[in-house]
Antibody, heavy 124, light 107 residues
Framework: EVQLVETGGGLIQSGGSLRVSCVGS????????MTWVRQAPGKGLEWVSV???????YYADSVKGRFTISRDNSKNTLHLQMNSLRVEDTAMYYC??????????????????WGQGTLVIVSS | IQMTQSPSSLSASVGDRVTITCRAS??????LNWYQQRPGKGPKLLIY???ILQTGVPSRFSGSGSGADFTLTISSLQPEDFATYHC??????????FGQGTKLEIK
């Protein structure tokens, strides 16, 4: 069974740093596309970052230059290093595995597996 | 790509037929997913590629549309369906934006 468990959230002052992690089980994090999605209190979902199996990384403009996504293959774990945190980074942070439905015509990505989230609160 | 859902909230009763719409700021073909999120939980995939139900999702859920306009329909609301629903475009790789969510509440 595929499972994702996030840890590392907490209360941090503006300008500080925090690393959240996501431990995968039932599959290999390293051979999948792994994503971070966040949700500010009372708001919608916001895509944050993705790490492809080949190692390419991408970020939302709102976190580019401040956040770094990485993985530890030996621990089957995905990380999100968050630096220069701002009050507006306050959110529940979810990791998700990107899967694809493919036919001869195309491949359609979607997020089937999600963690339960870890809450990051940035205070001023 | 901006995704706009309507309405933002909706009150309905058990047994009602409910439709939620999602509009993309440009054509996204059929690259549209729907998720359900219950309070305090992570999102759950309901539908991908506009209309394909994820395994285990009840058949009262259905999706339709193409291009820039999409709908999620629940044919007969059940108590467990009261939740927040999110649409997501998966056309613009890698940045798969979500709608702002539609909260479905009990009337």
């Amino acid at each position: 069974e595929v499972q994702l468990v996030e840890t590392g959230g907490g209360l941090i002052q503006s300008g500080g740093s925090l690393r959240v992690s996501c431990v995968g089980s039932g599959f290999n994090v390293s051979t999948n596309y792994m994503t971070w999605v966040r949700q500010a209190p009372g708001k919608g979902l916001e895509w944050v970052s993705v790490l492809y199996s080949g190692g390419s990384t991408y970020y939302a403009d709102s976190v580019k230059g401040r956040f770094t996504i990485s993985r530890d293959n030996s621990k089957n774990t995905l990380h999100l290093q968050m630096n220069s945190l701002r009050v507006e980074d306050t959110a529940m942070y979810y990791c998700a595995r990107q899967d694809h439905y493919c036919t001869s015509a195309s491949c359609w990505p979607y997020f089937q597996h999600w963690g339960q989230g870890t809450l990051v609160i940035v205070s001023s | 790509i901006q995704m706009t859902q309507s309405p933002s909230s909706l009150s309905a009763s058990v047994g009602d037929r409910v439709t939620i719409t999602c509009r993309a700021s440009q054509s996204i073909g059929t690259f549209l997913n729907w998720y359900q999120q219950r309070p305090g939980k992570g999102p759950k995939l309901l539908i991908y590629a506009v209309s394909i139900l994820q395994t285990g999702v009840p058949s009262r859920f259905s999706g339709s549309g193409s291009g820039a306009d999409f709908t999620l329909t629940i044919s007969s609301l059940q108590p467990e369906d009261f939740a927040t629903y999110h649409c997501q475009q998966s056309f613009s790789t890698p940045l798969f934006t979500f709608g702002q969510g539609t909260k479905l509440e009990i009337k």
